[in-house]
């Protein structure tokens, strides 16, 4: 049922592979079986209905369910070979390398230098020009510079709702990690941020490995190059966007992207 | 549903009349509560005002700076609360140096390190039910405790110890309603960039949520510098003439801690000293004590509402 074996493969590189996940939430089960590729320096989607499992899916690659007891994986999410759901291995070692963007912005009550910041901070780097060279980059990177070069010392609540989401981004890749994941990143702003954030991906996926759970199909459409649909905790289909959208092998791919049900 | 049950009715204007007499009702039954809220608010806070008005009618007149820098006297007009305020001082500065660190570190780790399990569940309750046991208990586990078995006698250190204890459940408390209080999309913001959970506390959770931790641990000694019955159970003096060594020697090493040893008296023990003598004067003496002490714990909260003010104007979510 699952298509992994993905065209034009010869050029890409695979920079994470789910293998046969289970997930629980105590004991129900929310993830069921699912094996996906996730390319590199591509955008890749995850759609489906509520309640689907795509936001679980999307938390079991920085392993954010670790924050809460009775959740418990099965099966393996390797990054760069290596299976990131090991017991041994740290959850903050895979959050250092994999990166989220919320559903809402969720600045921290800091100044714009400080959030951008604190990702380095983290991990302890110190040095004043250093860091100052990294937060420059990121809010460049974040297509935000230009409107906060001036206030860096200010808080990071006096920015727009938009300004605040690409702030959060400026922050999830401060770090230059290897994934960045974004949950939903545009639902809670209005279209002109919305279509400022999806430009902002476009330029990113050059540099960083883009996972990204949407509500939107027209969303997914427009900024993913593969794009997985879920249903009820299972991959119904995984494909590039353009042929999950256009010709679904799945009836249930069909009537979601047709709009028969969602 | 409403419309079911008024479209019985034939005519529109049957319906809208029952409708109008349906709202009529609830909202009597609403003012009338309103009322009954206000007349109960203002008995209570008339009767506390009375209370405080008539403490001020007589003990005002005696406030001058002779009362501050004198000690208790058997003459009324030479008795003063200069060992009182000072005692009263020192013992709430040990009282917070002991409760603030035991307290603030037991609520984070309460809420964020405990396992939720039967056990952290059960100190839950344990704490919240010693905020409320009564304050004489204290004193009596504090005589036992402090005074005997560490042999710390009646001193500020016992005094101290005894009234952290007190507040010890209050600073819990409040430390963990403060730090639930800050949204989860912020820790897991934190976490999200590879913070530990320490480096997720100490960088954002402790300063977002200071200002509350703050007002709580204020309130908590401004219900500390009202005890009494736990320091006289310690064995606290009525009637001392004497300060305390003072804190700053001229000779090395500048700072002793020798006060702590130190027997004292606190202000609602002076207080209660003089209303228990037979003279009127002495009333007044106790009166003029109680302004002193009231004006205290008033500072102390205004204090603490500034600071919860301060502290949560930079930070909204």
Not at chain 2, 35 to 45: D, N, W
Request: glycine share 6%; net charge neutral.
């Amino acid at each position: 049922m699952v298509d992994t074996r993905v065209v034009n493969s010869s050029v890409m590189e695979r920079k994470a592979e789910v293998k046969n996940l289970d997930f629980y939430y105590g004991s129900a089960k929310a993830l069921k079986s699912v094996s996906m590729v996730v390319w590199d320096r591509r955008v890749t989607a995850l759609i489906g209905p509520s309640g689907c499992g795509k936001t679980t899916l999307l938390r079991c690659f920085n392993r954010m369910h670790d924050l809460y007891p009775g959740n418990r994986y099965d099966g393996e999410i390797l990054l760069d070979g290596v299976n990131i759901l090991e017991k041994q291995i740290d959850p903050i070692e895979v959050r250092m390398r994999v990166s989220m963007v919320f559903q809402r912005p969720n600045p921290f009550p800091k100044s714009i230098y400080e959030n951008v910041a604190y990702g380095l901070r983290v991990q302890g780097i110190t040095e004043k020009s250093s860091l100052d060279e990294k937060v420059e980059k990121a809010l460049q990177g974040a297509a935000l510079w230009n409107e906060a070069k001036d206030r860096l010392k200010e808080p990071a609540y006096n920015l727009s709702g938009g300004q605040q989401q690409r702030l959060c981004i400026a922050r999830a890749i401060a770090t230059e990690p290897n994934i960045v994941l974004f949950d939903e990143p545009t639902s809670a702003l209005d279209p002109i941020a919305t279509s400022s954030i999806e430009e902002l991906m476009n330029e990113l996926k050059e540099q960083v490995t883009i996972l990204i759970v949407t509500h939107s199909m027209q969303q997914a459409a427009r900024v993913s190059d593969y794009t997985a649909f879920m249903y009820l905790g299972e991959m119904v289909e995984f494909n590039e966007t353009n042929l999950l959208f256009n010709k679904p092998a799945d009836q249930k791919t069909q009537d979601y992207v047709s709009g028969r049900f969602g | 549903m409403a419309q079911a049950e008024f479209s019985q009715s034939n005519s529109q204007s049957d319906y809208l009349q029952q409708i109008r007499a349906s709202v009529a009702r609830r909202e009597l039954i609403s003012r009338l509560f309103g009322l009954l809220g206000l007349l109960v608010i203002s008995i209570a806070t008339l009767i506390l005002i009375a209370l405080v008005a008539q403490l001020f009618v007589q003990g005002l007149p005696r406030l001058n700076w002779k009362f501050f820098t004198s000690f208790p006297s058997s003459d009324f007009n030479e008795a003063g609360i200069l060992s009182a305020w000072v005692g009263s001082l020192l013992v709430m500065l040990t009282t917070m140096v002991i409760a603030v660190p035991l307290g603030v570190a037991a609520g984070i780790y309460l809420e964020e390190y405990a396992p939720k399990n039967w056990l952290a569940a059960l100190i839950e309750i344990n704490v919240t039910n010693l905020a409320g046991v009564p304050s004489i208990v204290y004193g009596l586990l504090a005589l036992g405790l402090f005074s005997t078995v560490l042999n710390l006698g009646e001193s500020i250190l016992t005094a101290g110890l005894t009234l952290a204890l007190l507040i010890l459940p209050i600073v819990i408390v409040t430390t963990r309603e403060a730090l639930r209080a800050i949204p989860s999309s912020l820790r897991e913001a934190a976490y999200a960039l590879g913070a530990s959970r320490w480096q997720m506390i100490w960088d954002h959770i402790l300063p977002y949520s200071s200002g509350s931790i703050l007002t709580g641990i204020i309130i908590g000694l401004s219900r500390a510098i009202g005890e009494t019955a736990p320091l006289i159970t310690i064995g606290a003096l009525t009637f001392i003439a004497f300060l305390p060594p003072s804190p700053i020697q001229s000779q090395f090493p500048f700072i002793s801690f020798e006060w702590l040893t130190a027997p004292f008296t606190v202000l609602p023990i002076q207080m209660f000293n003089w209303i228990s003598r037979p003279q009127p004067e002495f009333q007044v003496n106790a009166a003029a004590a109680g302004v002193v002490l009231i004006l205290l714990t008033l500072t102390l909260n205004a204090f603490a509402i500034y600071l919860r003010y301060r502290l949560r104007k930079g930070v909204k979510w």
